[in-house]
């Protein structure tokens, strides 16, 4: 069986665990042996982003250490896959695990790039009688430059109905500690993006990044929505009989 | 905090609210888009342009020296005078003792965003010197006191109804908010000004080095009327802006028209190489290039920052910007704005100031992906964040919160210890309608969202007990 | 002429090349990779962009009847001066352009406040973009912007596929040493400064026409 190392971002590990446990699912479903290094923690990402890189390289060098013996690795994250694959080889240049983190990064992948590209399957045998709209996270988008492999595996959801989400590729707002330092402006921005999705009548939003989810679900239930949020992972866990 | 920080704060909080203000722009930045994307299938291969044109930009940048003197020595010869002014103030002082020199009691501007980082317009004015802005954006909100809103359309955030009463309250002969009308109140009332000026002020959107020659780009001939007439032209230039070569700007003329407002290219782009020649009958006697630094060697002096140089303010990361959209212009309280504003500002008047504006931003990436010139820009937004820690300029509390936050996060049972008991404290904060109050740790969080689902087992607890078993 | 004190020059030359002693990476690749698509017929181009710009385009047999197709215009506008620029050919068709209206020739100054048109020649034509250099040469400076209407008489082999081939022919010409100015005209004055809306006319001309035909006399 081949096999795939999992790496659960510290956030979805402590308030959205479902998330993880359905990739889980997902994974064996197509026929993988799905490892948990439960020596792992976080990437670093909220440290390097708010320009905290020596308290974020600590972590780095962890997070080497932790996956040194994972073949590939997934992450259900577009945010957290960035951080180590295009972002540990700027942190950890002159530092003696540059090469291998470089390495590492070339086989972490975000779970929709790891199902395309790796895996090499577009229908994972699930159901999800629902319309849905795709929000495109940004890192995931313009980092990781995933923009069909999502939509691919929903299209190949049964009952599943994709509808177009306007202004897909505009960001939610959240942005790590810029949801708390500048709430003001975040949370108009994941307002423009719920009143989006409401336009749609969707009855679901969904995407690669549950931090992004964990914002405009917030909003969306602040403003009493019909919208709902749901994880990738989730959908493509799905059989139909899940009372969603 | 410092005064800039909270003033953007406090303007962000009032402007994110404010949906007519948000409408208007999102309908403003539709049109801009729609037109862009016409533009954009003009090109044969954009991504093409962007490498050359970031590659052209590099040279001149990277070898600045060379480029500027032989500029230099090219206006030199052709009659033009170069002033190097270090500073703002060293270029308000030379062009105001000119302008006082030659008795001159009116000014032409044309639109130029280092004469407004120099705030010349107020520095003439009080040398009891007229000063009429010719560009229409930036005259109407000379009109209203204001500085421009964005760096290509400066009056972006006011409607037509807003502009008309503005010009029947100023100019007097207005009763209509046609914008056909309206620009025809303003040609009027410019016209008077452009006969009479002594002087004509502009900048300049590239200085060709192989020539000795400007490059100024408007749509509506202003500049050209204003380098026409008056008896002396001053162009003010940020030392940057140099390219090579005149043929190179058979690409920066299409892609600076393609990313600024989706034109195939401006109506008017005009090369000046001196005052009026001998064999001509038309033209200025006096023409002076002022070439500005006012900080520019200190972003040039940080080679990972370098590329910001090659910025040619085109404004479309302006516009490719959700928080730019979400608060307007005027909330960054800068000169420059957006996200090449919030890059350049920290370099040019100080980190300790102004490293906020590299803070408020989510790091979408999208101005990245959209610079004709591929300035690196929402990397370089962290790369300010990491200097400004570096530089100790952030408040002692949030490095205290992430020497917390390494610490738990250097240990898995640390990581499952505070996560079970930070949990269990938001339930029971959540579950007595405490979120929102003084007792609410997330209240910042809580403020703009309903509060979370939050689970009573992590996903390490759970695949230890149940999925472990199955294994 | 006497050189410009500059006390700061040396300061910001110091600086700039105390700066680039460190250097800077190359983070983007380099192309030699075709931008533009390449060029069909240049004349119907040029007729495509000038319909796209708000150009007036006449394409005539003849310089003679491009002068007859102008002078059409010229009647139609209100009495004023037409200023001309002094070149011969000008001088010999002015009889047919002016229409009537006094002249005012450039090498009498700048065009007058109250000139109903200005007609020039131009140096050369740009297909791809619809476009219309002129120098200083061609009628000396505020020609092209200070009447509402700006009229070129042109000829077909001054027609240039596109901007690179045009700076080429100009540089062949002298064009950028013997002039104080040049400018790229393409289409009619404009502003979308209210709005975004796009009104023609701001405060260079409300019309720009090209006339082209052959050279032949």
């Known amino acids: 069986m081949p096999k795939v190392s999992l790496f659960i971002p510290c956030f979805v590990d402590q308030l959205t665990p479902e998330v993880g446990l359905d990739m889980v699912k997902v994974l064996r479903r197509i026929g993988y042996d799905v490892d948990f290094p439960e020596n792992q923690t976080c990437c670093g990402q909220p440290a390097f982003n708010s320009g905290y890189w020596n308290d974020a390289r600590v972590l780095a060098e962890r997070f080497v250490d932790v996956f040194r013996a994972s073949e590939n690795i997934v992450c259900p994250s577009g945010s957290c896959t960035t951080m180590v694959r295009n972002f540990y080889p700027e942190l950890l240049v002159g530092n003696p695990k540059f090469d291998e983190a470089t390495k590492l990064g070339q086989r972490v992948f975000e779970f929709s790039e790891f199902l395309i590209k790796v895996a090499k399957v577009t229908d994972v045998g699930a159901t999800f009688p629902h319309r849905v709209a795709y929000h495109d996270a940004c890192h995931a988008l313009r980092e990781l430059h995933l923009k069909n492999e999502p939509r691919e595996l929903l299209k190949h959801v049964r009952n599943l109905e994709l509808v177009d989400l306007p202004y897909s590729e505009d960001c939610c707002g959240f942005g790590g500690t810029f949801a708390i330092n500048f709430n003001m402006i975040s949370g108009a921005m994941g307002d423009t993006k719920a009143g989006n999705a409401e336009k749609t009548g969707a009855e679901f939003l969904t995407s690669t990044d549950p931090s992004c989810l964990m914002h405009i679900d917030g909003i969306l239930r602040q403003r009493k929505s019909s919208v709902r949020t749901i994880h990738l992972a989730q959908i493509l866990a799905s059989s139909g009989d899940e009372p969603r | ?471 | 002429m006497a050189q410009t004190e500059n006390p700061g020059r040396e300061a910001i030359l110091g600086r700039i090349r105390e700066a680039l002693t460190k250097p800077a990476a190359h983070h983007v690749a380099k192309t030699t990779d075709d931008i533009f698509f390449p060029m069909g017929d240049p004349i119907e181009e040029f007729q495509k962009q000038c319909a796209i710009n708000n150009t007036e385009f006449l394409s005539t047999t003849s310089v003679d009847a491009s002068a007859a197709a102008i002078a059409e215009i010229i009647s139609g506008l209100p009495a004023g001066p037409i200023f001309l620029q002094d070149a011969p050919i000008l001088r010999r068709l002015s009889p047919t352009l002016l229409n009537g209206h006094k002249v005012q020739w450039s090498t009498e100054g700048i065009p007058a406040e109250e000139s109903q048109a200005t007609i020039t020649l131009a140096e050369t034509l740009v297909a791809a973009t619809g476009s219309v250099f002129v120098s200083s040469a061609c009628g000396g400076r505020g020609a092209a912007v200070v009447a509402p209407i700006h009229i070129v008489l042109a000829f077909t082999d001054q027609l240039v596929p596109d901007l690179e081939t045009a700076f080429a022919r100009l540089r062949e010409q002298g064009t950028p040493e013997q002039n104080s100015m040049i400018v790229l005209i393409t289409g009619s004055s404009r502003t979308a400064d209210i709005e975004k809306i796009l009104v023609m006319g701001a405060h260079g001309p409300r019309r720009f026409v090209v006339a082209l035909s052959p050279r032949s006399e």
């Open chain 2, 1 to 471: 905090m410092t005064t800039a920080a909270q003033d953007f704060l406090r303007s962000a909080a009032e402007k994110s609210a404010n949906l007519t203000h948000r409408h208007i722009l999102r309908k403003g930045i539709d049109t801009y888009n729609t037109a862009v994307n016409r533009g954009l299938s003009r090109f044969m291969n954009w991504e093409a342009a962007r490498q050359k044109c970031h590659e052209i930009k590099f040279e001149a940048i990277n070898h600045l020296d060379r480029y500027l003197l032989e500029f230099e020595q090219h206006v030199n010869e052709r009659g033009g005078h170069i002033f190097w002014a270090q500073n703002a103030e060293d270029a308000r002082k030379y062009i105001t003792d000119l302008a006082k020199r030659h008795n001159v009691r009116t000014i032409v501007k044309s639109k130029s965003m280092v004469t407004e980082e120099i705030h010349l317009a107020a520095a003439l004015e009080a040398q009891e010197i007229k000063v009429f802005e010719t560009d229409l954006g930036e005259f109407i909100v000379q009109l209203r006191g204001e500085p421009p809103y964005h760096i290509v359309t400066p009056a972006m955030h006011l409607t037509r109804d807003d502009i008309a009463a503005l010009f029947k309250e100023k100019l007097g002969d207005v009763d209509t908010n046609d914008p056909q009308e309206l620009v025809a109140a303003a040609r009027r009332a410019l016209r008077k000004a452009f006969f009479s000026a002594e002087m004509g002020i502009t900048g300049a959107n590239f200085l060709i080095a192989d020539s000795g020659m400007i490059a100024i780009t408007t749509n509506e001939g202003n500049a050209d009327l204003g380098v026409s007439l008056p008896k002396i032209h001053v162009a003010v230039v940020g030392i940057e802006k140099v390219v090579p070569r005149l043929q190179d700007l058979a690409l920066f003329w299409p892609v600076l028209a393609t990313s600024g407002t989706g034109q195939p290219i401006t109506c008017y782009n005009t090369l000046i190489g001196g005052p009026r020649g001998p064999k001509e009958f038309a033209g200025p006697e006096e023409f002076h290039v002022v070439l500005l630094d006012n900080g520019r060697t200190e972003l040039l002096a940080d080679p990972e920052q370098r590329d910001a140089l090659h910025c040619i303010r085109c404004g479309a990361c302006l516009n490719a910007c959700p928080v730019y959209r979400t608060v307007g212009g005027h909330t960054y309280g800068t000169t420059y704005s957006g996200p090449i504003g919030s890059v350049l500002t920290p370099h040019l008047r100080g980190i300790h100031e102004f490293n906020h504006l590299s803070y408020a931003s989510s790091l979408c990436g999208a101005c990245t992906d959209v610079c004709p010139v591929k300035i690196d820009l929402h990397h370089h937004l962290l790369h300010n964040r990491r200097n400004a820690v570096n530089a100790h300029e952030r408040p002692g509390s949030e490095g205290s919160e992430f020497k917390m936050f390494r610490w738990v996060m250097q240990s898995p049972a640390r990581l499952a210890t505070f996560g079970a008991i930070g949990r269990l404290a938001m339930r029971m904060i959540y579950g007595l309608g405490l979120a929102g109050t003084a007792l609410d740790p997330t209240r910042k969080w809580t403020k703009m969202h309903a509060p979370p689902r939050i689970p009573k087992k992590s996903f390490r607890a759970q695949w230890k007990s149940s999925l472990a078993e199955k294994k």
